[in-house]
């Protein structure tokens, strides 16, 4: 009898996976979306600079399609922000994950503009990995012996209704390209 279980419950997990409902996770009736249509693209490590996004929209979605809120209690507070990155070059060392502040509200089923907010502190711009890049210390890349980085990032916005449920965003997904405009020219380079 016991044989006969195990490959019904295996097909059963098969045909019936877990949920992956992100918009049900927490018990607010919104969800947020992130746009970020003005990326940063390059980083000159040479110059020490935060990295700063152009433009961020955040998008308050209801989770039900009649529903309403004409006092306001879903309106989503936005207290902070986290970036985590990831290498597209086939490097495996990143920045660590970057936590910011936020302070912005976002109407239910509306949206607000984001502009300039930092991904990347100066002190992150000038650590690891980036750091290699620079010509005192080779100016190469040692995982990848390129003289470039190139890496994604994914950004979540965190925050609560006005009535206090917890949000936490989708993830929005940018591309950054390192390089020392010293060693390896801007103009000449492209993110592939």
């Not at 049900?24 to 040479?46: H, K, L, M, R, Y």
């Not at 990143?94 to 089923?109: E, K």
């Amino acid at each position: 009898m016991k044989k006969f279980w195990i490959p019904l419950l295996t097909a059963a997990a098969l045909v019936f996976p877990g949920c992956t409902n992100k918009q049900s996770e927490t018990e607010a009736p919104i969800f947020i979306t992130v746009d970020i249509s003005a990326q940063p693209g390059f980083i000159d490590v040479g110059t020490p600079a935060p990295v700063q996004i152009g433009t961020i929209s955040l998008v308050s979605h209801f989770k039900s399609d009649v529903s309403t809120d004409p006092q306001g209690f879903a309106n989503f507070r936005c207290e902070s922000y986290s970036v985590h990155f990831h290498r597209t070059d086939g490097g495996t060392i990143v920045p660590p994950d970057q936590t910011f502040g936020c302070g912005v509200i976002v109407p239910s089923g509306g949206s607000a503009t984001l502009s300039n907010f930092p991904i990347l502190p100066v002190s992150a711009v000038q650590g690891s990995p980036f750091d290699q890049l620079l010509p005192f210390n080779g100016g190469v890349d040692r995982e990848t012996g390129k003289t470039e980085i190139q890496m994604a990032f994914d950004i979540n916005f965190f925050g609560h209704t006005v009535a206090g449920q917890r949000v936490k965003s989708e993830s929005g997904t940018g591309l950054l390209l390192a390089v020392d405009s010293a060693v390896t020219p801007l103009s000449r380079k492209t993110i592939r």
